[in-house]
């Protein structure tokens, strides 16, 4: 089992900046890739950012591509989602997911544990 906590969520202005945080515990960390996905009200969730175990793959949906960054610290077993430019569609609860294969996936199913979430709300 994996536990993951995720945290930073919150209102900005857009074109702000906010950074989310997934705290992991449980299973060694530095096995599973990481992903973000977030779930708009009315929207199925959808694929934002993953990230291979190593760190050195990444990718990201178009809509955020440029904006956001995801990153992880092994040793402090976290990943996180740097996001600037913030736009009011960015609006949704963000997941923090933990996949158990190699990679950078990017389908829901490719993952085995998710956080609880944390919402994120853009004001224009």
């Known amino acids: 089992q994996v536990q993951l906590v995720e945290s930073g969520g919150g209102l900005v202005q857009a074109g702000g900046s906010l950074r989310l945080s997934c705290a992991a515990s449980?299973?060694?960390?530095?096995?599973?890739?990481m992903g973000w996905f977030r779930q708009a009200p009315g929207k199925e969730r959808e694929f934002v950012a993953a990230?291979?175990?190593?760190?050195?793959?990444?990718g990201y949906a178009d809509s955020v591509k440029g904006r956001f960054t995801i990153s992880r610290d092994n040793a402090k077993n976290a990943v996180y989602l740097q996001m600037n430019s913030l736009e009011p569609e960015d609006t949704a609860v963000y997941y923090c997911?933990?996949?158990?294969?190699?990679?950078?996936?990017?389908?829901?199913?490719?993952?085995?544990?998710w956080g609880q979430g944390t919402q994120v709300t853009v004001s224009s």
């Open positions: 997911a933990a996949a158990g294969r190699v990679g950078v996936p990017r389908r829901q199913y490719d993952y085995d544990y």
């Open positions: 449980g299973r060694t960390f530095s096995n599973y890739g």
């Open positions: 990230i291979s175990w190593s760190g050195f793959n990444t």
